[in-house]
């Protein structure tokens, strides 16, 4: 359960970070409250999960979740370029945070 409230969290990280975007530097009030919102539920599912998992990879799980699909958001809906050294550098994130995951530590 604590991989999957970890793994759910990583998606509200994105959705914070989007937010955070979008909200104009804290200009745009519903932008502005939904990263809060975003980000409160995302440290909280963080928080939770590290009580049950090792910090490393827990921690690599989330930000690279968050990390990744900001990444992918960006270049699919607010026209970040792409390029091939983009989509090779996400592949390396989740090369990453799989690796950590299969060095060991985990529950």
Do not use: C
């Amino acid at each position: 359960m604590a991989w999957a409230v970890l793994i759910v969290s990583g998606f509200f990280e994105a959705g914070w970070a989007v937010a955070l975007k979008l909200s104009d530097g804290f200009s745009r009030l519903w932008w502005t409250a939904a990263f809060a919102v975003f980000a409160l539920i995302s440290f909280a599912g963080l928080a939770w999960a590290m009580k049950q998992l090792p910090a490393g990879p827990a921690y690599a799980v989330w930000t690279g979740i968050g990390a990744a699909l900001t990444a992918v958001i960006g270049m699919v809906w607010l026209g970040d370029g792409v390029s091939t050294i983009k989509l090779v550098s996400l592949g390396l994130i989740v090369s990453g945070v799989i690796g950590l995951n299969l060095a060991g530590g985990g529950h």
